[in-house]
C-alpha cells in the first residue's frame, strides 16, 4: 500500500510471529487522511491467519473511509478472518484528549462487559458455535 502521496514505507521490525494470539491490535495515527505509512507497511509484511484484526487510529479531522477499506482489503488477503476499524478524536493542541482518556475509549467502546461472549469472540469460538 502506498500512502496519500504515493510513498512507501517501512516498517521495523518488518515481521513479527503473532500466531500466538486471536486477536492482533494495529495502532497507529492518521496523517493526510490514511493510516500511517509504516503501519500499512507493516500489514504488506505480515501475516494473520484466523485472526481478528482491530485497526485503532487516533485522528483530529477526517479519515478518509477508502483508505480503511483498502487496509481491510489487505488485511484479509493476509489470512486475516475479520476486521474492525476504531477510531478517537485526539483533538488540536492544548485540547488533546489523554491517552488514560483513550483508553477509557477502548474499555466503553470495545471492551463491553455486557459482550464478553459478543465483540470477544475469537474466529475460533465463532467457528466453532
Ligand atoms: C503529518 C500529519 C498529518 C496529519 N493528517 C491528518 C489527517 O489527514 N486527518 C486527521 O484527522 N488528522 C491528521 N493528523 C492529526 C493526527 O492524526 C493526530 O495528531 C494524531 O492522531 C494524534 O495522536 P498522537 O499524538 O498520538 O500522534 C495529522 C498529523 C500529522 C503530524
Known sequence: MDDARGVRAEASPRSIDLSAYDTVWLVAPIWLYHPTPPIRA????????????VLFNTYNSRIDQASITDFKRVVLLKGACAFEHLSVRRGRMESQVSPDEILAAIDDRWFVPTSAEGSQQTCRSMRSE
Open 42 to 53: 507493516f500489514v504488506e509484511n505480515n501475516r494473520f491467519d484466523g485472526q481478528r484484526v
